[in-house]
Each structure stands twice: as structure tokens, then as C-alpha cells.
């Protein structure tokens, strides 16, 4: 079945480092990715949704700039958390939306836990 | 702006209960609602979705029902396994096709 590849499944970093996640879909063409972020106990919060090709669309209150998202292929996407700190600490989930078979399916990658020391 | 709520937050069942899960949302005008399960530390496996048009939706033993207008979801388990602990999130698709997550039902079926 469709499969979306999530990487790294934790990083452990220092404060003002840069952390790149990729989310790559195997069998499909992701058309739209999704990011999303949890903080324990709390709710997956979509962070950005992007399209192959053009700039990403961010959600009111996440700074584009510090979340940088690429989605240079159909199959591949990277969420870049630029001079990470702590408050970044959280679990990162991304989600790929593409054509399979007559249907229009929605997978989710394994997420990425951040820790930010 | 929709907000979706799960209650209750925690669940602690012996193995072979039967249990039920309740969502709740703010705007009626959806299209979708799904559920998911959550293993810890992972991602998200898609259990259930009922298109808006839909009273219900059933897969072994689990069955979802949607009341669109009076915003509510519940997900009934039957004869829940200890394999069923987990986080049992719901969400909602609306504009933009965008999902609207709850904060999820941590279950835990002991044996």
C-alpha cells in the first residue's frame, strides 16, 4: 500500500542549530504535503500546506521564516526549523495527499519528535 | 473557527468492554470526519471516514456514526483488545480541504 517515509524519527539538537525534516511519499505523487505540529497532551495543529512548485500557505501565527517548507518534487517535501530553541521542542507530522487509483487518498508520515536542548 | 472536542480525554477499560468515544464540533458545515488512531511516538493510521452525506461507518469492530447537525461524532469499539490502547484522535475536513484535529482519547484496555 501507499507508504509516506518520514525522517528523521528524532533529533536531538542544540538551541540555534537548523533541523531539516523530510517527508517523502513511495508509491504516489503528493500533490499537496501537510505539516503539522503536537505538543504533548494537545492536538495536531497544521502548521503549513504546500504544494509541488509554489511557496507554501502558512496558518495565521507560524512564522514562515523560521519554518522554512520545500516541495520541489511530487514525491518529496522538507520542513527546515531554522536556529531552533527549546519552544520548538515538539512532535512534527506530515501528511501527503495524492491520486491513488480513482480515489484521492490522505497518508500520514510516522512524525518526527524534536527535542531542542 | 471550527474547534473539535474529544471527551473524554482518558479511558481505562478491562479487555472485552465495549466502549464509545464522543466528538464534538463547533460548525456544522463539513465535509468529512475521520478517525484516527495514534500509537505513541508515531504517526497517525486512518480508521474511519464518513463523507458528510453519511449516518455512519463500520470496519470490524469498530463503528463511527456522524450527526452533522447537531455537530457530534462517536466511535463505538466492540469487545475492546488490549492491541486497541492507543490515541484515538478525530478530525474534521472543511475549507481548503484542511483537517481540524481534537486533542484526542488516550484508551488503555487492560488485560
Known amino acids: 500500500g501507499a507508504v509516506v517515509s518520514q525522517h528523521p524519527s528524532r533529533v536531538i539538537c542544540k538551541s540555534g542549530t537548523s533541523v531539516k525534516i523530510e517527508c517523502r511519499s513511495l508509491?504516489?505523487?503528493?500533490?499537496?504535503m501537510f505539516w503539522y505540529r503536537q505538543f504533548p497532551k494537545q492536538s495536531l495543529m497544521l502548521m503549513a500546506t504546500?504544494?509541488?512548485?509554489?511557496?507554501?500557505?502558512?496558518e495565521q501565527g507560524v512564522e514562515k521564516d523560521k519554518f522554512l517548507i520545500n516541495h520541489a518534487s511530487l514525491t518529496l517535501s522538507t520542513l527546515t526549523v531554522t536556529s531552533a530553541h527549546p519552544e520548538d521542542s515538539s512532535f512534527y507530522i506530515c501528511?501527503?495527499?495524492?491520486?491513488?487509483?480513482?480515489?484521492?487518498?490522505?497518508?500520514f508520515g510516522s512524525g518526527t519528535q524534536l527535542s531542542v536542548l | 473557527k471550527q474547534e473539535v472536542t474529544q471527551i473524554p480525554a482518558a479511558l481505562s477499560v478491562p479487555e472485552g468492554e465495549n466502549l464509545v468515544l464522543n466528538c464534538s464540533f463547533t460548525?456544522?458545515?463539513?465535509?468529512?470526519l475521520q478517525w484516527f488512531r495514534q500509537d505513541p511516538g508515531k504517526g497517525l493510521t486512518s480508521l474511519l471516514l464518513?463523507?458528510?452525506?453519511?449516518r455512519e461507518q463500520t470496519s470490524g469492530r469498530l463503528n463511527a456514526s456522524l450527526d452533522k447537525s447537531s455537530g457530534r461524532s462517536t466511535l463505538y469499539i466492540a469487545a475492546s483488545q488490549p492491541g486497541d490502547s492507543a490515541t484515538y484522535l478525530c478530525?474534521?475536513?472543511?475549507?481548503?480541504?484542511?483537517?481540524?484535529f481534537g486533542a484526542g482519547t488516550i484508551l488503555r484496555v487492560k488485560s
Open positions: 501528511s501527503a495527499r495524492g491520486q491513488l487509483g480513482n480515489n484521492e487518498k490522505l497518508f
Open positions: 508509491d504516489f505523487q503528493a500533490t499537496t
Open positions: 504546500s504544494n509541488e512548485g509554489s511557496k507554501a500557505t502558512y
Open positions: 460548525d456544522s458545515a463539513i465535509y468529512n
Open positions: 464518513i463523507q458528510s452525506s453519511q
Open positions: 478530525a474534521v475536513w472543511g475549507d481548503g480541504n484542511k483537517l481540524v
